[in-house]
C-alpha cells in the first residue's frame, strides 16, 4: 500500500515552545490529509482535515489557533502546536487521503509529543 | 454523526482460541469499514478494509464481516496467538472525502 511518513517520530520540548509536525505522502498525490490525537489508552480522535490549498476544517472544541494546520502542497501538510502545554502531551497521527486507490486512508507512524 | 462502538473493551484468551471482536455503528450508510492492529507505543496497522459493497474480507487467519443493515462488524481471529495480543481499533467513514471514525479498541491478551 501507499506510505505516508511523519516527521519527527517523537520530539521533548519545554512548556511554551511551538512544535511542528510533518506528514508526507510518499508514493501518491493527497488534496485531502486528516490529523488525529490519542491519548494514552484512548482511542483516535480526529483534530482536523486539511485541504490542499484552503484552510483546515477543525472538529469542534479544538483551538484553530493553538493548533495551526498548512497543506501548502499535494504531499505535504503540517501541524503546529503553538505554546504547548504539558496537557498536549500525546500522540498525534496524521492520515492521507488517496483518491487513486478508491479514496483509502493510509495513515503515518505517529509523533509522540512531551511536553514539560 | 457516526458514532463507532467496540466489545468487549478488554479480552483475554489462552493460546489457540479463536475468538470474535465486535464492532457497532450507528449510521448504517457507511462508505467502508477497517480493522486496524495497534502494539502499544505504536501507530496503526490495517488488517481489512471492508467496501460498502462487501459483506467480507480475509487475510490469513483473520475475517472480518459487515452486516450494514444491522450496523454491525465483527473481527474473527482464528487460533489465536501470543504475538496476535494488541489493540484492535474498528473504523468507519461515510464517504470518500470523510474521515475514519474510530471506535475505543478492544485489547486482547492471548496467553501461552
Known amino acids: 500500500g501507499a506510505v505516508v511518513s511523519q516527521h519527527p517520530s517523537w520530539v521533548i520540548c519545554k512548556s511554551g515552545t511551538s512544535v511542528k509536525i510533518e506528514c508526507r505522502s510518499l508514493?501518491?498525490?493527497?488534496?485531502?490529509m486528516f490529523w488525529y490525537r490519542q491519548f494514552p489508552k484512548q482511542s483516535l480522535m480526529l483534530m482536523a482535515t486539511?485541504?490542499?490549498?484552503?484552510?483546515?476544517?477543525?472538529e469542534q472544541g479544538v483551538e484553530k489557533d493553538k493548533f495551526l494546520i498548512n497543506h501548502a502542497s499535494l504531499t505535504l501538510s503540517t501541524l503546529t502546536v503553538t505554546s504547548a502545554h504539558p496537557e498536549d502531551s500525546s500522540f498525534y497521527i496524521c492520515?492521507?487521503?488517496?483518491?487513486?486507490?478508491?479514496?483509502?486512508?493510509?495513515f503515518g507512524p505517529g509523533t509522540r509529543l512531551l511536553v514539560l | 454523526k457516526q458514532e463507532v462502538t467496540q466489545i468487549p473493551a478488554a479480552l483475554s484468551v489462552p493460546e489457540g482460541e479463536n475468538l470474535v471482536l465486535n464492532c457497532s455503528f450507528t449510521?448504517?450508510?457507511?462508505?467502508?469499514l477497517q480493522w486496524f492492529r495497534q502494539d502499544p507505543g505504536k501507530g496503526l496497522t490495517s488488517l481489512l478494509l471492508?467496501?460498502?459493497?462487501?459483506r467480507e474480507q480475509t487475510s490469513g487467519r483473520l475475517n472480518a464481516s459487515l452486516d450494514k443493515s444491522s450496523g454491525r462488524s465483527t473481527l474473527y481471529i482464528a487460533a489465536s496467538q501470543p504475538g496476535d495480543s494488541a489493540t484492535y481499533l474498528c473504523?468507519?467513514?461515510?464517504?470518500?472525502?470523510?474521515?475514519?471514525?474510530f471506535g475505543k479498541g478492544t485489547r486482547l491478551s492471548v496467553i501461552a
Open positions: 492520515s492521507a487521503l488517496d483518491r487513486a486507490a478508491q479514496e483509502t486512508q493510509y
Open positions: 508514493d501518491f498525490q493527497a488534496t485531502t
Open positions: 486539511s485541504n490542499e490549498g484552503s484552510k483546515a476544517t477543525y
Open positions: 449510521d448504517s450508510a457507511i462508505y467502508n
Open positions: 471492508i467496501q460498502s459493497s462487501q
Open positions: 473504523a468507519a467513514r461515510n464517504s470518500g472525502n470523510t474521515p475514519l471514525v
